[in-house]
Each structure stands twice: as structure tokens, then as C-alpha cells.
């Protein structure tokens, strides 16, 4: 009955102005409660999903296949949860022909500007989504031998970041004996955050933030240490927070996210490494002595691997084999992290038995004597000074 009543919804006519962006990471800061999403995402993953559905999209347009690998990719699915029309376009034709603030509609698979056709594509029907994606659960040796080739691969090409016989530059942030938290921009990272409150407040760990994660840890209420990337989905506001910048460059030297901190004048570290930045952001802590590393939003288990799509994917499946029982996920840090209590409840109880005992003797006339009595005494022993 709920796959009926999605299937119907994603069939209505929507209507909103568009937004358009090639990078949908970047395009889901601009996007507004909704506005039609229009988007350059081939096999649109989990993460990419759940940004879309929180900036409150009303229907996406893809102009590449939103599904097309051997392995399920979780993020049509998602959309279709959510009740938002996921239309999969012929081309990328609708950049050019339309502008952001155009006001377009959405009338299944068919997009109009007022009274112009402007493309015509497929709407995804949640049902048809989910049966796929069921089947291609069943179907997932390609997907899987595909992520243990490149593995492999990333084994023999990689040794020096696997090995730890990389070069770190000189770092302010002081990672010896604490822990650090390295906060990825992924999987549910903000609930992550939210879940960690208590454990933040007590162990104080060294924050880590890669890339876009800054921003998530800035509005959480915490400072950035360090802030580990290319920087290409940073803000300005929390590439200007203060946090020690660490741009991931290119096994070459190359790194395009310089330019923009040369342009505002920030300070960086350049770290020339293969692999991706979160796994730079992690063998940094565990190279300058972090006691333990507890990652957010960072992808844990084969689903969220291969749901990814990206060949780095491998490399971080690798160095976390190497961190071994150094790093440990945000979600078994909050399920297994008892709170150590603060002073605030123990001063909480105290004052309520205070006020229920003061009650009581007030209440009650023999024991107002007994109190008045202690009182006397109390200041015979201080000399009357009270």
C-alpha cells in the first residue's frame, strides 16, 4: 500500500523554480526548501541522496543514469522513500536551456517551462526502484570483484601511504596521547555528532575535519584543529575559523585547492599522498600519536564501500586495515561510551533533599524544636558569631 501511494505521488505534477549544479555536494548548499534539483550524478549514492532530501528538494532531474552500476546504489531508493520524483534526462541539454529561478514543472517524466516542452525523460518508479535494487542485491559478484581488483591494485601502487613510509610536514596541531575525531561529510555525520556530545565533552579529542565535514563540526557547536582536503567543499567560513589547514595534494605536488587560500590569504601545509583525504586525515593522527581514532561519517562496512563507486574507496578500505585497532566508528564510540556524571545533577539532588528536609521540619512541630535547639548550639560553638 505505501509503495502504491509513492508510486502515485511521484506521478503528480510538481512545480518549483530549478537550481542547477554539475557537483551535487556543492549544489545541495545553494539549494532551497522546494526548488527542483537538476543534477550531473551518475549512480547517485547514499550521502548525495540524504543532502538532497535535508535541503528539502522537490523533485531531481539527473541528466545521467541515477542508477547504472552492478551494485545497488542506495540513493534512488532513498529519494523514492522520501516521496521526491527522481527523473533520469536523455542529456545535460537542460543546463543550457534553462536558468536557475526558472520556474519549470515537473509532469512525470516530462519537464515544461510555462507552455515549452523543454526535455522529456524517464521518471523512476519507486516500485520499479526497489525491485532493482533487490535484484542487483542478489546479483553482486561484478560489484564485488570489481572493489577486490582495485584493491589489490591500490595494495601494489600504495605502499608507501599503507606502509607508513610517508613524508609529514611539520604540524602545529598536537595530536600525542588523545584522541582524535576525524569527521568525514558521509553517512548520517551529523547524527553521528549529535550521538558523541557527551563523549566530545569528557575526552576532549583533537577534531579532525575532511573537507566539507568542517562545516558539520562548526555547526555542532565545535572548533576545527585541523582541516585536512582539497578544499574544494570547505566554506569560506570554515577555512577562516582558525583550524590548521592541511591541503592534499597530488602525488605530484599538484594541489588545486591552494589557490583558493592563496586568494584569502590563508596559511596552509602542503601533503603531497595518494589515496583519498580522509585516509591522509587519519594516518596523520595515528603518525603524530593519536591514542585512539573515532571516525564520523567515514564509510565502515562493504555496503557503504561499494555504494561510494569511487576507486579511492579501496584505499581507505586498506588503511583502515592498517589503523586496525586504532580506529573505531562514531556509532560503536556512542553505544558503548558511558558519560562520566558532572557536578550540575549531584548539586541538583543535593538541593532538592535540602528543601524536602526543610519542608519536613517546618511542617512538623517537634522536630522545629529539635532544629531550633541545633541552632542555638551551633552558634555557642562558634562564639555566637552567627
Not at 74 to 93: K, N, R, T
Not at 147 to 169: C, K, Y
Not at 194 to 223: K, T
Request: contains cysteine; hydrophobic residues 45%.
Amino acid at each position: 500500500m505505501a509503495a502504491t501511494t509513492a508510486t502515485a505521488a511521484a506521478r503528480l505534477p510538481v512545480r518549483g523554480p530549478v537550481r542547477s549544479g554539475r557537483r551535487t555536494k556543492h549544489l545541495v548548499k545553494r539549494l532551497q526548501p522546494g526548488e527542483v534539483a537538476l543534477i550531473d550524478h551518475a549512480d547517485l549514492d547514499r550521502v548525495s541522496a540524504e543532502d538532497l532530501i535535508g535541503a528539502g528538494a522537490a523533485a531531481v532531474l539527473n541528466c545521467r543514469p541515477s542508477s547504472s552500476a552492478d551494485y545497488p546504489n542506495m540513493g534512488p531508493e532513498l529519494l523514492a522513500d522520501a516521496g521526491i520524483p527522481l527523473v533520469d534526462l536523455p542529456d545535460d541539454s537542460l543546463f543550457d536551456s534553462c536558468r536557475d529561478g526558472d520556474g519549470l514543472e515537473v509532469r512525470g517524466g516530462e519537464v515544461w517551462r510555462g507552455s515549452e516542452l523543454l526535455v522529456t525523460g524517464e521518471l523512476l518508479d519507486p516500485a520499479v526502484i526497489r525491485r532493482e535494487t533487490d535484484r542487483r542485491r542478489r546479483e553482486i559478484g561484478g560489484a564485488l570483484e570489481a572493489f577486490a581488483r582495485n584493491t589489490v591494485e591500490h595494495m601494489v601502487e600504495e605502499q608507501d601511504l599503507l606502509s607508513g613510509r610517508i613524508d609529514l610536514p611539520p604540524l602545529r596541531t598536537d595530536f600525542r596521547d588523545r584522541p582524535a575525531l576525524i569527521v568525514v561529510r558521509g553517512v548520517s555525520h551529523q547524527a553521528d555528532l549529535q550521538a558523541l556530545r557527551s563523549y566530545i565533552r569528557d575526552q576532549d579529542p583533537v577534531i579532525v575535519a575532511v573537507d566539507g565535514g568542517a562545516d558539520a563540526v562548526l555547526d555542532a557547536g565545535y572548533a576545527v584543529d585541523m582541516l585536512v582536503g582539497d578544499m574544494d567543499s570547505a566554506s569560506e567560513r570554515a577555512l577562516t575559523s582558525g583550524a590548521e589547514l592541511v591541503v592534499h595534494a597530488y602525488s605530484d605536488g599538484e594541489a588545486p585547492g591552494s589557490g583558493l587560500l592563496e586568494q584569502l590569504g590563508l596559511d596552509y601545509v602542503l601533503m603531497p599522498a595518494p589515496g583519498t583525504s580522509q585516509d591522509v586525515a587519519m594516518l596523520i593522527a595515528a603518525e603524530r600519536g593519536a591514542s585512539l581514532i573515532v571516525a564520523v561519517g567515514s564509510q565502515f562496512n562493504l555496503v557503504e564501500f561499494l555504494d561510494k563507486r569511487r576507486q579511492g574507496m579501496s584505499s581507505t578500505f586498506l588503511t583502515r586495515l592498517r589503523l586496525g585497532e586504532r580506529i573505531v566508528d562514531a556509532k560503536g564510540v556512542s553505544k558503548l561510551y558511558r558519560p562520566s556524571p558532572t557536578l550540575a545533577p549531584i548539586l541538583a539532588v543535593l538541593a532538592v533533599g535540602v528543601l524536602a528536609f526543610a519542608a519536613v521540619v517546618v511542617a512538623t512541630p517537634a522536630l522545629r524544636g529539635v532544629a531550633e535547639l541545633l541552632w542555638v548550639k551551633l552558634k555557642l560553638l562558634l562564639g555566637g558569631s552567627i
